[in-house]
């Protein structure tokens, strides 16, 4: 019987998440792993869940006592861990010496600033639920320091901000290759014959994410004549508080889709992405999986110039970097309409960047990494 390669531990249900958000990255790590040729036992399951996510780490920790990986990579939460158990399991796979890598992202409490938003306040209870979010989330980087081989970052910045005592490497997210848009598409067609453009924004609406500056940068270059269309791709929920001052510009086309429901109809109809971030501290180390995404779909990005997204797409030559105000972006936005042999160009350049980056790429550093360093 061959022996078991990799334990995967996630905290999301793998079969049962959505395609979007913070349960894209593990679900993408997993398909990665599998097409290496891996062995995997899975650990899955809703941190929230409490009784089921502590009912399936005990059936792991039991799987351990006659079973030893070769090595342990974990997808955890956005935020704490709420069940003690997987701190155990942690702890375990310590002691039997399984050479453990996590990918560490859960610095939201160290950026307060991101909990302040365009259509929200923050309230005593949203204080207090912050002020225990901070403390269990110390909790678990003391214990992850102790006893994790590796730790795997978002960014080479998100390293050295966080400057604790470990071993560590950049694992930014991912790309596919998306066979659904080619270069000579519906949108390639467009920009030679000189036709109105369109982009595209798929993610979610608030101020850290750049949503006034974005569709009042819009507004401004659509006042008299149409240049650019934009589709916005966007939670229901969220694109209400918007609705009412922005709902009646012609310029605008708002969907509420997601990858499994004709996402990728629309990407093949864009000639290129936004990301118009604000830019801030936590901002500037982030390495969106969004970003990955549109370059899977062969999709030029212009965005506003936070720190690790501006060196990726200057980088591979993918696209334009502004700044975080409705003049700038407003501003590149006419330049990128008046120079569409450059849109072709760096469409043509985000096949390379697919290539060198994809997910299966980011599972190997991990694997060679892990088994490397215990030899």
Known sequence: MRTIDLLYIAFIDLKDAPRSGSSVRPIMMLKAFEKLGLKIKVLDGWNNKLRKRRSNVKEIISWLKSNTPRFCYIEPPSGPIFNYIDLRLIKLLH???IPTGIFYRDAYHLFSEMYQDDNKVMRIKDKVKLFFINKIAKRDLKIFKRNIDYFFYPSINFGEMLNIDVSWLELPPGTTVNFSDKINDISYNRIIENKTLTCMYVGG???????R??????????????????????????????????QNEPWLQVHHVDSETGLGCLYDEADF????????AYMDFVMPT??????????????????????FILDWNIGWITNDNVDSFSNMLLTVAMNRDDIIAKKKNTIQAVQKNLWEKRASKVMH?????KK
């Open 205 to 211: 609406l608030s101020k850290a994410y750049g949503t």
């Open 290 to 311: 969004k970003l990955m995404e549109y370059i899977s779909y062969y999709k030029p990005v212009l965005s506003t110039n936070c720190n690790e997204v501006e060196r």
């Open 213 to 246: 500056i974005m569709l009042d940068s819009f507004k401004k270059i659509n006042k008299d004549n149409i240049i650019i269309n934009l589709t916005l791709v966007c939670r229901k929920p969220e694109w209400l508080y918007y609705e009412k001052q922005y």
């Open 95 to 97: 002691k039997k010496n």
């Open 273 to 280: 992405c936004l990301l118009p971030f604000e830019k801030n």
């Open 369 to 373: 990494t892990l088994l490397n360093d």
